[in-house]
């Protein structure tokens, strides 16, 4: 399985990296752990839809009991790619401050990849492997996502 993250234009950090320097020091460091181990198990056996917390068009990680949610786009069972998230604070993560930035962002993230997609402009080889990667990253621009 490959993982990716977005990098923002002008950032030093990826999301996801991000993401870990906000939480894995904070009382969310359990979660943080959960979402380590969830991470290492996709890169070793691949990404089984069954292992995502479903939130609308993107999925959410850990799928148990955690106020942590940590946004990601499953693409297939060899590619997802990650963004940031947050911390849930309601009964839907739609109605968390915290997430629902992150959730809106990777919503349009996927869009825009699958545009990509529909259109050729990226497309997939035989092992389920993008072949528009240049050193290994993707690079492509979509708008604003606030």
């Avoid at 030093?12 to 752990?33: G, H, P, R, T």
Wanted: with cysteine; hydrophobic share 40%.
């Amino acid at each position: 399985m490959t993982a990716y993250s977005i990098l923002l234009e002008g950032e030093e950090e990826c999301e996801a990296e991000n993401f870990y320097l906000k939480y894995e020091d904070s009382v969310f460091a359990e979660d943080i752990d959960l979402i380590t181990a969830m991470i290492n198990e996709f890169l070793k056996r691949g990404a089984r839809e069954g292992r995502f917390r479903p939130e609308g068009a993107v999925h959410a990680i850990p799928t148990g009991g955690s106020a942590l949610r940590f946004y990601c786009v499953r693409m297939n069972k060899n590619m997802v790619v990650f963004g940031s998230g947050g911390v849930k604070t309601s009964q839907k993560s739609q109605d968390s401050p915290d997430c629902e930035p992150y959730r809106l962002f990777m919503v349009s993230f996927a869009k825009e990849f699958q545009r990509k997609i529909m259109e050729n402009e990226l497309r997939w080889d035989s092992a389920n492997k993008l072949i528009e990667v240049v050193n290994n990253a993707l690079y492509f621009e979509f708008g604003n996502c606030e």
